[in-house]
């Protein structure tokens, strides 16, 4: 046991730290509901991780009692942030968060009256016992009814939030399924080491690490957010959102790196899913992966083969940012206008630019603020250069009749 204690005593402050540091790296992004539910779990580990560490060296019996009871502050209330973490990033949620939270909450709030009540009742611990570890106080506990309680209605969250999020993660691409992979395998870590411990089914495990390997599931959360951009994309009903839509739509970071993709559009890559992929492989995206510097949202128009022939398409890109302007993805839209451009008398493989003077086109994106048009390479430019640009019409400048009188000096001297 000495030897379990000492490991903790050494491992518990680095993964405070690390933990501490994480909390650090997702500042910028905390406007974000699910960020925060997620930075209130981590704050849950860092208080447990810190009350069973100070107890594990306070010198006296009372002072390593009282610092035990301190981390089922934390304890309890880790199972009610997973939950809510995991309804938040998956999109499930219904009713007000706030009123949710005091309802999983009561069960955690009695969890306290009961433990610092323990010596009234017996509840929550039928028995605690001393012994010397290192030289210092320590606390075996014996289970109480209310202990088993509080610890069924933990394993219950936990799980609910682990299905929650094998559910939303079931029907996504072979890509985004890794980050679903991970996040299951970090909440199981914790949960399964936890079932081990209380249930004593490894006998020479007397010290509780749950802590620690909840620290060791943050680790895994921050890998899932550099590899797969977890805190950028959330899977609200992703399924029957984005494969219902017959435009095809893909979701790119801003290294070019495509992060999802609807069926439309893994029709339109050939049929094999792009997600995981750079943009700069698929011909429908080629003009998005040379554009990745470009600001605010943009739309061009795209002659592509296929099967059938050559067929035009609209891209629209629109970046999608943080509440403070940074940019976490690019939603890249492609709608199939081929038809549009046949009913005008316009080639589907040609360009906009070339379209011959006189052409008819109903549909020439004019800004209702500033009166711009959009050009053929998709520009918002002057509306006599977009008419010039899409249909050959050269704007000449003059004068109606109406209001020559009122510049002219006739006009104003009558």
Not at 325 to 348: K, M
Request: with cysteine.
């Amino acid at each position: 046991m000495d030897l379990q204690q000492l490991v903790y005593i050494v491992i518990a402050p680095a993964a405070a730290v690390f933990l501490v540091l994480l909390l650090g790296r997702m500042g910028p992004v905390l406007g974000d509901a699910r960020n925060r539910a997620f930075a209130a779990l981590v704050i849950a580990d860092i208080g447990w991780l810190a009350a069973n560490w100070v107890e594990a060296l306070w010198s006296t019996r009372q002072g390593t009692y009282v610092f035990m009871r301190i981390a089922y502050l934390f304890i309890a209330a880790l199972p009610v942030a997973w939950l809510d973490y995991a309804i938040r990033l998956t999109g499930k949620s219904r009713g007000r968060a706030s009123r949710r939270l005091v309802a999983l909450s009561i069960i955690p709030l009695i969890t306290q009256v009961m433990v610092w009540t323990n010596e009234s009742h017996w509840l929550m611990w039928t028995e605690l016992r001393f012994s010397s570890v290192l030289g210092l106080p320590f606390i075996t506990t014996y289970s109480g009814p209310w202990f088993w309680i509080h610890a069924v209605y933990s394993y219950i969250l936990i799980m609910t939030g682990a299905i929650k999020v094998i559910d939303a993660y079931r029907d996504l691409s072979p890509f985004l399924k890794g980050q679903g992979r991970l996040t299951l395998v970090a909440v199981l870590i914790p949960l399964l080491y936890n079932v081990l411990f209380v249930t004593k089914l490894i006998p020479v495990l007397e010290k509780d690490y749950t802590a620690i390997t909840f620290a060791l599931s943050a680790t895994l959360f921050a890998f899932a957010s550099e590899r797969y951009g977890m805190f950028a994309v959330v899977p609200v009903a992703r399924s029957a959102l984005l494969d219902s839509l017959s435009s095809a739509i893909f979701v790119v970071n801003d290294r070019g790196l495509v992060l999802d993709a609807n069926a439309a559009g893994i029709g339109l890559t050939g049929g094999s899913t792009p997600v995981g992929r750079f943009a700069e492989e698929f011909a429908p995206l080629s003009m998005v992966a040379r554009s990745l510097d470009r600001k605010g949202t943009w739309n061009a128009d795209v002659a592509l083969d296929g099967p059938a022939g050559p067929r035009r398409y609209e891209l629209s890109c629109v970046p999608v940012t943080d509440p403070k302007g940074r940019l976490l993805c690019r939603l890249v839209s492609l709608n199939d206008v081929t038809q549009r451009h046949t009913q005008a008398g316009i080639p589907a493989g040609q360009p906009a630019s070339a379209m011959p003077a006189g052409t008819p086109d109903a549909n020439l994106p004019l800004c209702s603020a500033c009166g711009k048009a959009r050009d053929g390479s998709g520009a918002w430019v002057p509306l006599p250069r977009a008419l010039e640009d899409r249909f050959g019409i050269r704007v000449t400048q003059g004068m109606c009749p109406d209001c020559l009188p009122r510049r002219s000096g006739d006009g104003k001297r009558g």
